[in-house]
């Protein structure tokens, strides 16, 4: 293989090209308004965490724990992990600072990279990206339902609602659970020789998690199994019913999935998942869910949470960006000068982009015909043409590429400053 073709990004990630950052940057300025507007504040944790923090928070058991977390010892044997989902850190970080000592309620979110050693396929990487919501300190409902709303709120501006669909159910308190796992287990082990092998296995390790199967044979038995919400106390059957009630009266469109268990330990109660019929196979596009126990189990006070996840890189799909025709006119001056002018071209650029002007050059000094074929194929809207000096008598041409005017100018700073921005200000 040539040294050219060498290095390549590692399997399941992906390099975010500049043709694709607008749609990036659309995202992360969509998310940060609606954290601004729910009074969310954001908090950032580092991508390495202890590996046994997720191992005692989510769930050994769990797909992305047991078996796709990035773990490795550090050079002094610690054994660290490339954290797989933000709701453990946040715990973490929650506890390790006090955050909640000073404050009843917390509210923050976060946005970073993720790492999961799935097999790749559309909408699933190694490395993806997150953005989410953590409300802790009440166990109200009322914090379930500001969560999802808070959720729907962005999926709703990015993509067409129509594609989108909102499951949610309730998994109840932990003894709650217990039950529904005995009787899950019960239930499917009549079938235990017609389960696929990853489901017999789950049978002793975690039956809950044979309900998210894939396997069309699976699928056919999990259509019978028990639901959960049978077995649900009064009081979590009323948080429920009040959560419905609620995400009702906002108008979100949300659907009972009583086989819906999502895939890490620490849910207790309301669990949801928002999925768009664009993506395929790995149709879920964020999800999350209460978790009463996870700050104490992690060391800390007894701090009820409830929170959700979107994937990022499942979003841009689920937004259906239609492709590129023709790209529109940047607004941005490109100055076209000669060599013996590059003192001016140096000037001229600093005073504009200090006026706040996106000003682009050219750094070979082409003749000037490549110059104006290159300002037009990078479609800046105006163009600044510099004469050179035996012939120029201190004066410039500015072009307005998009209608092909032109006018001579000064060379004079404020001239110049005040013909570009009267011209990027037309449309
Ligand atoms: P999760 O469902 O495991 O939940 O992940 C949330 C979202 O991350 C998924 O819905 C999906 O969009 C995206 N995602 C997960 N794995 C991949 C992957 N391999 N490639 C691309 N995207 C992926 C959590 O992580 C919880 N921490 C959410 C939560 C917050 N629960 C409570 N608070």
């Given amino acids: 293989m040539g040294r050219s073709n060498q290095y390549q990004t590692v399997r399941g990630t992906r390099d975010i090209l500049p043709e694709e950052i607008h749609y990036w940057h659309r995202i992360e300025t969509t998310v940060a308004e609606w954290m ?18 997720f191992y005692h928070g989510v769930g050994q058991e769990t797909d992305a724990i047991g078996k796709e977390m990035y773990v490795f010892p550090d050079r002094s044997g610690e054994m660290l992990a490339l954290r797989p989902e933000l709701t453990a850190p946040i715990a973490r970080a929650v506890h390790q600072h006090s955050l909640a000592a000073h ?35 009440s166990s109200s409902p009322d914090a379930d339902v500001e969560v999802i709303a808070l959720a729907w709120d962005i999926l709703r501006e990015l993509c067409d609602t129509t594609t989108l669909t909102v499951s949610v159910n309730s998994l109840g308190t932990r003894e709650e659970q217990a039950r529904y796992r005995s009787q899950l287990v ?12 990853i489901s017999q296995q789950r049978l002793t390790t975690n039956p809950l998690r044979i309900l ?25 059957r009323a948080h429920f019913d009040t959560v419905l009630t609620l995400l009702d009266s906002l108008g979100i469109p949300v659907t009972i999935d009583p086989h819906l268990v999502r895939g890490l330990d620490y849910y207790t109660h309301t669990v949801f998942e928002f999925r768009s019929n664009l993506l395929g196979a790995q149709d879920a596009v964020g999800g999350g869910g209460r978790y009463d126990n996870l700050v104490e189990a992690l060391g800390g006070p ?74 037009h194929r990078m479609r800046y809207a105006v163009c600044l043409i510099v ?41």
């Fill in 36 to 53: 601004r507007r729910y009074q969310y504040q954001e908090i950032r944790t580092p991508i390495i965490e202890v590996a046994d923090l």
């Fill in 103 to 137: 404050r009843s309620l917390l509210r923050l979110w976060y946005y970073g990279p993720c790492f999961r050693y799935e097999r790749p396929q559309k909408g699933r990487q190694r490395q993806f990206h997150q953005v989410g919501a953590e409300c802790i300190g």
């Fill in 186 to 197: 019960e239930y499917f082990s009549q079938y235990r020789n017609d389960l696929s092998p």
């Fill in 212 to 236: 998210d199967s894939k396997d069309p044979t699976d699928r056919a038995i999990i259509c019978s199994a028990p639901h959960i919400i049978p077995l649900l106390s009064v009081q979590s």
């Fill in 302 to 375: 007894p701090l009820p949470g409830v929170g959700f996840g979107i994937g990022v890189e499942r979003l841009l799909l689920a937004m259906d960006i239609p492709p590129v025709t023709e790209q529109s006119w940047q607004p941005a001056v490109f100055i076209a000068a000669p060599e013996n002018m590059r003192v001016f071209m140096h000037h001229i650029s600093s005073v504009l982009r200090r006026a706040g002007i996106a000003t682009a050059v050219d750094l070979e000094f082409r003749s000037l015909k490549a110059q104006l074929r290159l300002a």
């Fill in 387 to 427: 004469s050179p000096p035996p012939h120029g008598d201190n004066t410039a041409v500015i072009k307005d590429m998009r209608s092909g005017e032109q006018v001579a100018l000064s060379l004079e700073d404020s001239d110049i400053v005040s013909h570009v921005q009267r011209l990027l200000k037309q449309q």
